[in-house]
């Protein structure tokens, strides 16, 4: 196994040291196992970008680099391990998560995701017992059996001082647990940044080396089993015409050519690789209708993003996706079961040839950045963070 290296990561128009903070700053570190270029790390940089602005000295820690992308607004450090951990590697991460927390003693850690509360839960009780903040942003389907049952005894036994939700759906999803443990949670629902775009569907389709003249669905994610892009691969079986691009990144790369060069449309699958977070909005402008066919959510952050820069959604019918994609009890999008190959191709074809429909989903889609302004969700974690503190002293 290869050593474990400490990698520093800076803007390049700010110097690479901390800068010298007054000792009555809180310091906070945000920390999750795994650095993708999902909606965990597009929420952990909007987090560095708000508290920071905030007056807080904010840093973050990870472990598994899964992305080519690391602009961090505040100081990074990542620990290198391979994507594919065994058992003495997570021992080598929880032995550097201990030894960084004692290095950098902070006020608060932010847990981010399962791996990152129940790691840095432990952690702290052995390197100074800073407060720690759980962040519940992965679908329980998803999370392994032992490190749910983990969960819920860390949250019940106050290890946890309190437990972040970013919907009401994951919210009611607690409703089992503990009193302890329900007493704890705190909901802050996302925010999100604009992904706009200056380009012309034709300049954007250039950009990413698409088709032209072709009806183009597509969708922006991590290239995992969660998100179900099988689903979405499986539309082009329904329209000889339609055409799909993916953009990200992930282990289920190949198996999802392989099911397109099976189904016979492997020339009308388009994968232009993982991009950066500021080219989300060129990609967007480039599609006609976002398929989201998701397996489960917390939140749903891409296609948040998608409805709220104006295109036309077609998304899984999971009762958080209704919840997170309204605005005033109006819809932002069509529903349908992606399993339901017919079914989901059939909410597709609605779109592309109603034209008042389209309009009657992206007006109100548009009003998402009010609803999920990150102005709110920096507040929400200020006065959680302060609340706890003062609730500690």
Known sequence: MPPLDRVRHSRLDCPPILPAFPVTTIRVLIFHTHA??????????????????????????????????????????????????????????????????????????????????MLGA????????????????????????GARWIDRLQGACGAFSRIVVNSRAVEDGYAAYPGRYRNRLVRIDHGFAQKTSALSAAQARDAFGLPLGVTLLGSVGRLTRQKNFEAAVRLLTRNAGWHLALAGHGEEEERLRTL??????????????EIHPDRVGDFLAA????????????????????????????????????????VNGQACALFADPEDTAGFAQAVSRLLGDESLRRQLTEPGRCLTRRYAVEKMIDGYDRLIKAALEERQ
């Open 287 to 326: 599609l006609d209708v976002f398929v989201f066919p998701t397996a489960a959510e917390t939140f749903g952050l891409a296609v948040v993003e998608a409805a709220e820069a104006g295109v036309p959604v077609v998304a899984a019918d999971l009762p958080v996706l209704r919840e997170v994609l309204a």
């Open 36 to 117: 993708g270029n999902g909606g965990t790390e597009e929420i952990s940089r909007l987090l560095q970008v708000g508290l920071a602005a905030r007056g807080y000295a904010v840093e973050e820690l990870s472990f598994v680099r899964a992305t080519s992308f690391r602009d961090p607004a505040t100081d990074n450090s990542a620990a290198v391990l391979p994507q594919k951990l065994g058992l003495m590697a997570y021992g080598r991460m929880a032995r550097f998560a201990f030894s960084e927390i004692r290095r950098r003693r902070p006020d608060v850690i932010l847990g981010l995701q399962w791996g990152g509360n």
């Open 122 to 145: 432990i952690a702290a009780l052995f390197a100074g017992s800073p407060l720690m903040i759980a962040n519940q942003f992965t679908p329980m389907e998803f999370v392994p059996a």
């Open 260 to 273: 397109a060069a099976s189904l016979g449309c492997a020339d009308r699958l388009h994968m232009p690789g």
